[in-house]
Every structure is written in C-alpha cells, then in structure tokens.
C-alpha cells in the first residue's frame, strides 16, 4: 500500500493506493463503491489482466483514505484525475462499481467498464419513502439526532461529512452523462442486483452507443465470482 498526497480546492487529501503488475506497459484503474474501499476491488481482480497495472484506489472517504470535507461527485472526478496525473498514470481503462461507475464515466476513459454501476433513477419503495417522509419531519421539529435511525446501511457508520456528501450525491441522474459518453464501454451486471437493478443496466447500455453488456448471476457485488469471465470480456473488448 502507497499513499500519495493530493491538494485542491485548499483541501488535502492523503490517497491510499495499491498498484499491482507495477512493469506493465498498460494501466487500468479500479474505483469501488459507496461504503466499500479498494480491497474488494483488489481481491476480486489481482489475479487476472495480467498485462496491465492495476491501480486500486481508496476514494475520500472509504478504506484508508481520510476525508474531513462535503464534497460532490465532481469533486472526486478532480480529485482521482489530479491523483492520477501525480502517479503518471494515462489509464488505458477505468473499471467503476456503483458509485464508481459513476466517477468513472465523467473522467472520460478511453475504455470505460461499468460494474453494476449506479447514476439511473429508480422509484424508490414504499418502506423507503416513509423514512424520508418521517426523517424530514423529525427535522423540521428539531429532532436531528433521532433521524439518524433511519439512515441507509450505505451511510450509518459514516461521519457527518460523509452522511451530507452521500446526500449530495445519491439521488444523481446521470441520464445525460452516459449519453454523451462516446468512447468505448463495457458493460457488466448481477441479475439478482437489487441496488442497482438490471433493468438500469440495459438503459445505460442504450444510452452508450459504444457499449457492450453482460449479465452474470449475482447480486450487487457479482463481480467478486465472475472476476475472471469478466477480464477475459475485457481483454477482448478493450480498444
């Protein structure tokens, strides 16, 4: 593990990092998702693609990197762009999971990989939809702290900072992002998935018109039993 220091918008932020096939001619970077960290990424992944560097990434926030600030989507697509350009690193292909997925698609990789990746509105149940309903009337009667009992499962053990940037950044339409994404994408998704649904899948894959899609028997986090299938997809499809 490696940390690299990054400063912006008189922010720092300390990266932590793993690079594996460190002489590989060509980089592929992987982004994890909400509430997860750059392990889960690594040990599903670091057996395969052998002619690449992989670059595992822990985002502000997750795993071992720190983060004392509210920030925005757009703030961690500047800020893995910065730590990337500080690593010399012009990645050939950048792999995101869920809220990954979304990072990855606004850096504008050459060959984008999406894993079950979050950014497609989807109608909220019902359960959910009194949560909110009740945590907002909490609120407004000054009741803060009784809110939090709500909280996702995604969020309950994050900081302040983080609650307010998983509010910031969990109910994004990426609609028009994945449309005027024009270079190449793999697409790849659990059909059990019930974060993010496989009907959201087939939509972004729609929505890029140079995209292929896959579906694997899975969950959320099907990727972890289909790691190899899916770098050999990548192999082939990478341009």
């Not at 690193?89 to 990989?113: D, E, F, M, R």
């Not at 024009?182 to 929505?207: C, H, P, R, V, Y």
Request: net charge positive.
């Amino acid at each position: 593990m490696a940390v690299k220091n990054i400063a912006i918008f008189e922010k720092d932020f300390d990266i932590s990092y793993e690079i594996v096939n460190p002489t590989a001619k060509k980089d592929i970077v992987f982004l994890h998702g909400w509430g997860s960290n750059k392990s889960i990424m690594k040990n599903a992944f670091s057996n395969t693609l052998k002619n690449f560097r992989h670059i595992y990434i822990d985002m502000p926030g997750f795993g071992k990197t720190s983060n004392e600030y509210v920030l925005q989507t757009t703030d961690y697509v500047i800020i893995i762009d910065k730590f990337l350009q500080a690593i010399d690193s012009v990645p050939t292909a950048i792999a995101g999971h869920s809220y990954g997925g979304k990072v990855a698609t606004l850096l504008k990789p050459q060959n984008l990989i999406l894993l079950s990746t979050a950014g497609i509105l989807e109608e909220k149940s019902l359960k959910v939809k009194l949560k909110i309903f009740f945590a907002k009337i909490l609120n407004m009667l000054g009741l803060r702290n009784i809110t939090k009992t709500f909280r996702s499962k995604d969020v309950e053990s994050m900081n302040e900072n983080m609650y307010e940037t998983f509010k910031n950044v969990v109910n994004e339409d990426f609609t028009i992002y994945f449309k005027e994404f024009k270079n190449n994408a793999l697409i790849f998704w659990g059909e059990e998935d019930t974060a993010t649904s496989l009907q959201s899948g087939k939509k972004i894959s729609q929505l890029i018109e140079k995209s292929t899609f896959k579906s694997y028997k899975g969950d959320h986090y099907f990727f972890c039993k289909n790691a190899e299938d899916i770098a050999k997809c990548i192999e082939d499809g990478i341009l």
